[in-house]
């Protein structure tokens, strides 16, 4: 798109001695080129957007309304008509019919050569070129300075949106705002969807794109950022058309995005596999050794007891929610070492991303404990549908809670099941349940049945036929006890 100056620009200069005749009210059209021509019928000749010369040789009342038709048809911006030579004037239905179709009409005077008009549209066209990329490097170097503030992208987007006047969004890879600025984002950011589908379909194909869109009121561009695949996008939005350096501007913060994403995602990685062996040398009690290492990201564990949290959340997001907070990826789930004060703020927020399991408070050398504690409590909330489990909470419901339902009534079914099968009338469960209640002691379990106490040592030493188990092991007897516990 060729900067130009507008035709007002080019009649102010004083030296042309240019003066407005007809279509003042259009002098804001620009001047892409200034062309010279004394045919009847220069159209052919044209682009438009130029400031046609001419002295009218092939010119009279005939044909002006027609030549002015012509040329308003190609879109030129105007006419100049130098005075002096083939007229003294310029002809009164030239400039009638100029002012009916309102094109621009200026007179040259005799002693402003055309070859002038042209270097001065020349010049200053150059001017605003040159304008407009020192436009361009100045907000490319306020950009840049935003990039390398602490807060990187979000500067970035901040700074773009205050260059353009208009709104800009940050999105992640799926679609996610991560950051917006100006007004109107909030609006824009839920009817981007489509556009991003576009995009990555586009994209998926190798192919460099980017997605404009205009209406009436709003025009938007939408990128996508990443080098070799796509890991976010770029939402820019103004009320009028992208200018050249709009789109320099956009570019730009567009290339800084790219860099902090590709850059940011290798550091984190980085950062997240020492971290990782952080915990694994913690784990395995060689707590100097993971301190010291931690210390070399700049970190450290804030202070004990330390209270070990697990998430089985996706990983990625369970680390994005995590914050400042140490977290590390171990297996199937994201594990956090956090302060007591912060572990049940830590853990409600981990809450939304998937299941969480809270251990007991440990110091640095019990950590391996804790884990374990958090990990017992996590397999609870899983099979629970719990949001958070608390092991202090958990042992406190005693050790049934521990145990996996559908492996127990397993277990149980299996266990029973010759009890239940048994034909006789008698109550084979109901006297062992009792049984069992009564510590072993058959003359409070027959009073508690009813029964005289040798009915209830037959009925057990049926049992034992039944189950095939010693019932005088006291591990049989907890064996049963669950069984019953858990039966349905």
Not at 71 to 96: K, N, Q, S
Not at 117 to 130: C, D, F, H, M, R
Not at 465 to 486: F, K, N, Q, S
Request: aromatic share 4%.
């Amino acid at each position: 798109m060729v900067v130009a100056p507008t035709l007002s620009t080019v009649v102010r200069r004083l030296p042309l001695g240019l003066t407005v005749l007809a279509g003042r009210e259009a002098l804001d059209r620009l001047v892409r080129w200034v062309a010279v021509s004394e045919l009847e019928d220069p159209t052919p000749f044209l682009e438009g957007g130029e400031l046609v010369l001419t002295t009218g040789m092939r010119l009279d009342a005939r044909n002006a309304g027609v030549y002015v038709e012509r040329l308003v048809g190609r879109g030129v911006a105007g006419l100049g008509f130098g005075v002096g030579l083939g007229h003294e004037t310029i002809p009164e239905a030239l400039v009638e019919a100029a002012a009916r179709a309102g094109l621009p009409l200026v007179e040259v005077p005799r002693d402003t050569p055309f070859v002038a008009i042209g270097k001065t549209v020349s010049e200053l066209i150059a001017a605003e070129q040159y304008d407009e990329l020192s436009r361009a490097f100045a907000a490319q170097g306020r950009l840049t300075r935003a990039a390398l503030r602490p807060e990187g992208p979000r500067a970035v987007i901040d700074r773009l949106a205050r260059e353009l006047g208009g709104w800009a969004i940050l999105l992640d890879e799926a679609g996610a705002v991560r950051h917006m600025a100006g007004r109107g984002a909030a609006a824009a950011a839920g009817d981007l969807g489509p556009e991003l589908e576009r995009l990555r379909r586009i994209t998926s194909r190798g192919a460099p794109a980017s997605v404009a869109l205009s209406s009436p009121d709003e025009h938007v561009i939408v990128r996508p950022l990443g080098a070799r695949r796509v890991r976010g996008f770029l939402a820019v939005g103004i009320g009028r058309s992208f200018t050249p350096v709009a789109h320099t501007v956009v570019n730009a913060a567009a290339s800084l995005l790219t860099l902090a994403v590709e850059h940011g995602g290798e550091y984190l990685a980085a950062e997240r596999r020492v971290r990782s062996a952080v915990l694994r040398l913690l784990l395995a009690g060689q707590v100097d050794a993971g301190c010291e290492t931690l210390e070399r990201l700049g970190e450290r564990l804030d202070g004990e007891p330390l209270v070990a949290v697990a998430c089985a959340g996706e990983p990625e997001a369970v680390l994005e929610a995590a914050g400042s907070e140490f977290a590390a990826a171990d297996g199937d789930r994201v594990v956090l070492l956090v302060p007591v004060s912060r572990a049940g703020a830590v853990a409600a927020a981990l809450g939304e991303h998937g299941p969480v399991g809270v251990g007991d408070p440990a110091g640095l050398g019990d950590l391996r404990a804790g884990l374990d504690q958090a990990d017992q409590a996590l397999a609870a909330a899983r099979r629970g549908g719990a949001r958070v489990v608390r092991f202090a909470d958990l042992a406190g419901q005693g050790l049934l809670a521990l145990l996996d339902p559908d492996v127990a009534e397993a277990f149980s079914s299996a266990l029973l099941a010759p009890l239940r099968e048994y034909g006789s009338r008698a109550d084979l469960l109901g006297s062992l349940r009792a049984y069992l209640d009564c510590n072993g002691h058959w003359d409070a379990a027959a009073q508690r049945l009813g029964v005289h106490r040798h009915t209830l040592r037959y009925r057990m030493r049926r049992v034992a036929e039944l189950v095939g188990r010693d019932l005088e092991d006291p591990a049989v007897r907890a064996e049963l006890w669950v069984a019953l516990a858990v039966a349905r």
